[in-house]
């Protein structure tokens, strides 16, 4: 999604930044602050399309991700105002039928408690528990003044990082007498079922009953992982998150390949894999990624995707994603 501006160098600075000692494009969550334009129309095409919730642009708006370009003193800001970006594009769209959300994302860092990132050094660690949990503390309070909805732990690879990042959730819920709903994402990349530092099942489900987490989500690209997320407490709803881009994995190709008819082909085919939850009555929330990326390079018809999420069973709820709108 924001790719697809073909953003420069400079449109990344913005006028503020123009004159920033080190290079940064790639910075998607600056972007809040020099194109927040450009993010409000990306929130706007999820819920045209039916989103009930939208993440804020905020995947990368911790200290410790910052600190790649220098902006780690920016945190708060970007938090704060992609917050506000989403909840003022969120207002827009709701109605007494069918109000609209804001997840304020909190993602994983770049960096993970439980692994050295030298091969030599076994017991190194780039960071610690109590670091993590202040830049999570700084991140969460910038989303809650925003006008975040739900606080959207994403991305999970290492349960010490979700503790961290859930510490210091509730950590702030205790000190500024706030509480939000809380879901957790976690990704799986292996073909055991199992994520790094992650485990299977019961490790994955106690994330969620510690923090009395809304959801818990699977992101998942392989069907039979299905088959072992099912157990994650009575309380929990279960999102099974079909990644687009499964068949594509299958093939080595990406999007934009040249052949329209090729990329069409797998784009439907994909759509049709996802839309098999939204027909199923036992799942209460499905999260759908990168659909709106499909249609705005006219892969899939728009008013076939307001169709089908429409006549999706009642209880259910949908979130659109890519990466943090991008």
């Not at 334009?37 to 095409?45: P, T």
């Not at 039916?50 to 800001?77: H, P, Q, V």
């Not at 407490?233 to 994995?249: C, H, R, S, W, Y």
């Not at 085919?269 to 027909?279: F, V």
């Amino acid at each position: 999604m924001i790719q697809k501006h073909k953003l420069t160098e400079q449109d990344y600075r913005g006028e503020r930044f123009k004159d920033w000692y080190v290079l940064v494009q790639g910075n998607n969550d600056l972007l809040s602050l020099t194109q927040p334009q450009i993010i409000k129309d990306i929130h706007k095409d999820y819920l045209k399309v039916g989103a009930d919730i939208i993440e804020t642009n905020t995947f990368n708006a911790t200290r410790t991700s910052m600190s790649d370009y220098k902006m780690e003193a920016l945190a708060y800001e970007i938090n704060l105002e992609s917050a506000e970006i989403a909840y003022q594009v969120a207002d827009e769209f709701s109605s007494a039928e069918k109000p609209r959300f804001v997840a304020g994302v909190i993602g994983p860092t770049s960096r993970t408690c439980s692994l050295s990132p030298d091969v030599n050094d076994p017991g190194f660690r780039n960071v610690t528990f109590d670091e993590l949990v202040d830049v999570y503390i700084e991140s969460t309070r910038g989303l809650i003044k925003g006008g975040a909805d739900i606080i959207l732990i994403e991305t999970i690879f290492d349960t010490l990082n979700a503790k961290a990042a859930i510490f210091a959730v509730e950590q702030v819920f205790e000190d500024d007498n706030v509480e939000l709903p809380i879901m957790i994402s976690s990704t799986i990349t292996d073909t055991s079922g199992r994520a790094p530092c992650l485990g299977k099942g019961k490790s994955s489900s106690a994330l969620g009953m510690i923090c009395r987490a809304l959801g818990y989500g699977m992101n998942i690209g392989i069907a039979k992982f299905l088959k072992g997320t099912q157990d994650t407490g009575e309380d929990i709803f279960l999102a099974k998150q079909p990644n687009v881009q499964t068949a594509l994995m299958k093939t080595g190709f990406t999007w934009d390949t040249q052949d329209k008819a090729f990329d069409t082909k797998i784009a439907v085919k994909t759509w049709s894999e996802a839309g098999k939850y939204l027909t199923n009555q036992s799942i209460d929330l499905v999260v759908l990624d990168e659909l709106t990326y499909m249609i705005n390079y006219k892969y899939l018809d728009e008013q076939k995707i307001l169709d089908v999420l429409a006549d999706r069973p009642k209880n259910q709820h949908v979130i659109i994603t890519g990466r943090a709108a991008s």
